[in-house]
């Protein structure tokens, strides 16, 4: 829960705390976007977030049906845990939950599926995590120090998952569509292929999250008809 520079010598995986369920960048779901690349900027690989935030308080802020679901997609491709929270209400019925509809949950069955795909893969960057350091969530400069752009803020809420998927969760309401930087290299989303450095904007209905791969790469030819 709370640490120091070197803890992650002694702990397995940090958590990044009591968000709102709501989708500012104070204490809501892109904070965890923060949290992921600051993380991993500071020398601890391995962190998660609670799915569909904790702090819930009655009238002020409660989940959204779109809140958990996209909060269900970004953490299918981040961390090596995927779980949710009911929250710390303790009229926690009244909070919506991965299984308070049937389609909340089947998209949770959904993505929970896609983690579980991801296992080998994951598995892969957390011996990579133990053997370097690097993390599995990466910011794109990581993956691309070449290319400028990737240095500009406005692309900080996009990320590598190690060096094969480029990933643009989407963390505002009510977005059906995603402006996705391609950096200086090229990339494909399972039959339209992107690439020099352009900025795209592309369909991102709810269960759908824009996800890239690498092209050419045999992990991504691998797991995209899989994860599709």
Known sequence: ????????SIVPMFWLGD???????KDGLKTVMNG???????????????????????????????LLIRW????AFTSPAFRTHESNSRLWCSTLQVDSNENLLQMFAKFSQVYAILAPYR???????????????????????DDEKTHCSTFDLQFMLGSEFLVAPVLDNFKKKQD??????????????????????????????????????????????LIQ
Request: hydrophobic letters at 40%; glycine letters at 8%.
């Open 72 to 75: 269900i997609e970004l953490e």
């Open 180 to 225: 996705v930087y391609f950096p200086s290299t090229t990339l494909t989303d399972i039959g339209f292929i992107y690439s020099l450095s352009q900025v795209v904007t592309v369909d991102a209905e709810l269960g759908t999250p824009p996800v890239f791969y690498m092209e050419g790469s045999s992990i991504g030819e691998y797991y995209a008809p």
């Open 36 to 66: 992921y690349l600051a993380s991993a900027l500071s020398g601890i690989p391995i962190v998660h977030s609670d799915i569909g935030g904790f702090t819930a308080i009655v009238r002020l802020f409660a989940r959204s049906e779109q």
């Open 123 to 145: 598995t892969s960057l957390m011996e990579e995590a133990y053997e370097t350091g690097v993390p599995l969530v990466r910011p794109l400069f990581m993956e691309f120090p």
């Open 19 to 25: 968000q709102l369920p709501t989708w500012d960048r």
């Open 1 to 8: 829960r709370s640490g120091y520079t070197g803890s992650q």
